[in-house]
């Protein structure tokens, strides 16, 4: 699997939006790219994923440059329950998710 | 999304026991769970794969006589951490992936927070 870069905290204003980052240069042609995120001492949940296009959902929207070696996650309007760890992760279809460090996101009153 | 549920929740051992930890889709058919387990303030590792009616795959390093896997149905995936010590205690979480959600999302559980005295 990919392996995928990201920073290690970041701090957002509340109702602002969370912009993170996640570097994944050496991904596959038919390799996706997760995000999940974990709040403390729950189970990771799942926020969005995409191949080549851009995506869209309830709870974020997902901006794969074209190249596919970086993509961006964005939290359109930031909230205190938005504070978590976040993962990017790149997998191939059907197969398992590799988690590293993530991104610790605090969200700021 | 889908619902993935884990009991117990928390549980509290004596070092030797055996702890049985069950793992359920609840609204859909897993025919893949997967166990990870997490220490204080490190990421999630992956334990094992199962697919429904077969063989755990377990990652390298795991023990599989330790911690025995079953998936004997679409909805239910067990853990077994068998002579429990100290040292296996962690944040214990199965994800389940099923083909009628697509392109391989997982959902997780909210985890089992396993304490060996």
């Known amino acids: 699997d990919a392996k995928t870069t990201q920073p290690t905290s970041m701090d957002c204003a509340e109702g602002r939006a969370a912009n993170l980052p996640c570097n994944h240069s050496?991904?596959?042609?038919?390799?996706?790219v997760y995000w999940y995120r974990q709040i403390h001492s729950q189970g990771p949940q799942y926020i969005i994923h995409?191949?080549?296009n851009n995506e869209t959902n309830e709870m974020a929207s997902l901006i794969i440059t074209e190249d596919r070696k970086s993509s961006t996650l964005i939290l359109p309007h930031a909230t205190l329950r938005d504070t978590a760890v976040y993962y990017c992760i790149v997998s191939r279809r059907n197969e398992k998710l590799t988690f590293g460090t993530g991104t610790r996101l605090t969200i700021i009153p | 999304g889908a619902v993935v549920s884990q009991h117990p929740s928390w549980v509290i051992c004596k070092s030797g026991t055996s702890v049985k930890i069950e793992c359920r889709s609840l609204d859909f058919q897993a025919t893949t769970m997967f166990w990870y387990r997490q220490f204080p303030k490190q990421s999630l590792m992956l334990m094992a794969t199962s697919n429904e009616g077969s063989k755990a795959t377990y990652e390298q390093g795991v023990e599989k006589d330790k911690f025995l896997i079953n998936h004997a149905s679409l909805t239910l995936s067990t853990l077994t951490v068998t002579s429990a010590h100290p040292e296996d205690s962690s944040f214990y979480i199965c994800?389940?992936?099923?083909?009628?959600?697509?392109?391989?999302?997982?959902?997780f559980g909210p985890g089992t927070r396993l304490t060996v005295l």
């Open positions: 050496t991904i596959s042609g038919n390799e996706y």
């Open positions: 995409g191949l080549k």
């Open positions: 994800s389940a992936s099923g083909l009628a959600l697509g392109d391989n999302e997982q959902f």
